[in-house]
């Protein structure tokens, strides 16, 4: 078809939707409806994504975690009740076999009050550990030091604050060198960690670390703690397998007995992870295919109401010397004009509604752009698939019997 | 010496509807020259519609070979057909035809969209046909803007603006009142001195008369085909 032809055949298309504004808009908001719900789903998955990710690169990716249960318990938990602690002791003996680890961290958690002058804080994570930590952490002080060796080994009254409680200390004018009390016992400062933001809505500087034998006196020394051993990402395997065979070593395991200590690492959340936002991929591409039938359905209702409609309008283009093709066009464009107007309304409802959960809840949602661009042309391909039959039977009507008809 | 302009040669056309089958047109020999002012006459059902959808380009026959200007049109295809209607003739029908949301000028100009001629030869042709017309005041308004009159004349810019072979008017006065009716057909007479070939259909003998020649249509057939019958007589 010539180009001029065509032209004027999309402009019809274009005047014949502003002629039947109401239908036009209802039609453009089943695709919009669709779209945004799509585009909804994927910015909360994209969201999910991105606290993901941060979380991943807070575990890090050449960390072992020996802990006594595995941190994924799907089924026989009952498996695990009768393991034995992993102790300071264990971390010690690990540290002097373990030939691919770089650092071995001891740590253990708890939940204490913190008191800095006048101001309480409840609930902060208390972090016992070691000398070593801020290099499984990957993060250093901004200002003063870390714990020391010595004042680890000596479990000596020293902190090391999160930005969180860094941001009361200065608020009471205080800091590196001054006090404070967790739980009643009377600590002096020596460092301040950076802020590290916040983690699925959790901030991630809410904390303080102490030496892990103060920490065992403070809470009890029986726990169970968690070994990270920081290695070379790339010899995680062999690392592993050297951790097993260390721990299996320690704690005197006959080669007949299974493991009574647990190996993890990153890859088991990226697994459960996976298993988890795969299910979420699923139901939101089902739901997409549910909108996209709906909407596709309400787009060739109209159409075909739109070509009996104007079936006469059609006969005399036809006697003019419209060919079946410049008809087919015609309808054909009106269809993914409406759809394509409804893809671009979805995208910015679907913008609006990403935005508003990440105003409104701790997942940062947001849309890829690539994913707009995609949704506006499958709002387009929406209404080329679903507008086609009605076009083609316009496009195939007889001229005789179209001009015959009223209206 | 030139082709004529129609030449129907034992033309039949018959429709199927519902296991019964209606034959429209029993065999139709018809030759019209250029120049000629043609009325079709017959009452309803009498084939005259069928002839006249065959001539127009807008079915085709059963039977029977039809050639436009020398061309063979008898077993073309759809979009042949679309560009013989576009190219060759120029509709004028008894309720006008105008799409109601164009403008009277946009209205004229659809036929030579059709035909893919750029802008500026496009705006000459419609505002010559404008202007032969006495519509140049009236290009911007919209058929229900226009009187019943105005519209058929809007229509017949639009059948003329391609310069068709045939001008085919189907009751062109039909929709009109006495005076408007009388308007066209001086309109069509005075097409018809400048050379164009006209074919009108009609079921009004006395319209008929207007033109040089009247073909009769009855049952299918030609009945009659001659000079026009002297008032009275019909």
């Known amino acids: ?407 | 010496m030139t082709d004529p302009v129609i030449e129907l040669v034992q033309v039949k056309k018959t429709y199927t509807m519902a296991e019964e089958t209606v034959r429209a047109l029993a065999g139709v020999s018809v030759t019209i020259q250029p120049g000629e002012y043609v009325a079709v006459v017959g009452p309803s059902g009498s084939g005259k519609s069928t002839l006249m959808n065959l001539i127009g380009c807008l079915d085709r026959p059963s039977e029977g070979r039809y050639r436009l200007s020398g061309t063979d049109v008898s077993d073309m295809s759809e979009n042949q057909l679309a560009d013989v209607r576009n190219r060759r003739i120029g509709f004028v029908f008894q309720t006008f035809n105008l799409l109601p949301r164009l403008t009277a000028y946009e209205n004229i100009e659809l036929p030579l969209i059709y035909q893919g001629l750029p802008g500026g030869q496009r705006k000459e042709r419609v505002n010559k046909r404008l202007d032969q017309l006495g519509l140049s005041d009236r290009q911007k308004h919209r058929p229900a803007e226009l009187s019943g009159g105005q519209r058929q004349r809007v229509a017949v810019a639009r059948a003329l603006v391609t310069d068709p072979a045939i001008l085919l008017a189907d009751e062109p006065t039909g929709n009109l009142d006495q005076r408007t009716g009388q308007e066209i057909l001086g309109l069509f007479r005075e097409l018809h001195q400048t050379g164009q070939t006209i074919v009108l259909v009609t079921h009004d003998p006395h319209i008929a008369q207007q033109a040089e020649r009247v073909i009769e249509i009855r049952d299918g057939l030609v009945k009659r085909d001659g000079a026009p019958l002297k008032e009275g007589h019909a």
Do not use: C
């Open chain 1, 1 to 407: 078809m010539r180009l001029r032809t065509f032209l004027h055949v999309l402009r019809m298309g274009a005047s014949s939707i502003l002629a039947y504004r109401f239908r036009s808009v209802l039609t453009a908001l089943g695709v919009a409806m669709g779209i945004t719900t799509v585009l909804t789903i994927t910015g909360i998955i994209e969201g999910l994504d991105r606290s993901f990710s941060g979380m991943l690169s807070s575990i890090g990716t050449g960390t072992l975690y020996v802990t006594r249960e595995p941190w994924i318990i799907l089924s026989e938990w009952w498996k695990y009740r009768g393991r034995p602690p992993v102790t300071a002791l264990d971390a010690e003996q690990l540290e002097e076999r373990l030939l691919l680890a770089q650092v071995v961290v001891p740590f253990a958690f708890e939940r204490g009050g913190v008191k800095i002058g006048d101001t309480k804080l409840n609930g902060v994570r208390i972090i016992g550990t070691t000398e070593h930590w801020p290099k499984m952490s990957g993060i250093s002080p901004a200002e003063g030091r870390f714990l020391t060796r010595g004042e680890v080994a000596a479990g000596r009254t020293r902190v090391v604050v999160g930005a969180d409680v860094a941001a009361s200390l200065s608020k009471a004018g205080l800091g590196v060198q001054d006090r404070l009390e967790l739980n009643g016992w009377p600590l002096t400062i020596v460092g301040i960690m950076p802020s590290r933001g916040s983690l699925f809505g959790q901030s991630q500087d809410d904390f303080v670390a102490i030496p892990l034998p103060l920490f065992e006196r403070m809470f009890g020394g029986r726990r169970s703690l968690s070994i990270g051993v920081v290695v070379d990402p790339d010899v995680l395997g062999p690392a592993q397998s050297e951790v097993i065979g260390a721990m299996r070593a320690i704690h005197h395991l006959e080669p007949a007995e299974e493991n009574n200590f647990s190996v993890n690492q990153q890859d088991l959340l990226v697994d459960l992870y996976q298993a988890l936002t795969g299910a979420l991929y699923g139901t939101a591409l089902g739901l997409a295919a549910i909108t996209v039938l709906v909407a596709g359905v309400g787009i060739m209702n109209i159409m075909l109401v739109a070509v009996a409609e104007r079936t006469r309008e059609i006969g005399i283009r036809k006697a003019l010397g419209a060919r079946p093709s410049s008809i087919l066009t015609q309808f054909l464009g009106e269809a993914a004009l409406v759809s394509g107007l409804g893809g671009l309304l979805g995208v910015v409802l679907g913008l609006l509604a990403t935005r508003g959960i990440a105003a409104v809840t701790p997942l940062p949602a947001a849309v890829p752009t690539s994913t707009l661009l995609l949704s506006v042309l499958f709002g387009l391909g929406a209404g080329l698939l679903f507008g086609f039959l009605p076009a083609w039977r316009a496009s195939r009507l007889q001229p005789v019997e179209a001009l015959a008809t009223g209206g």
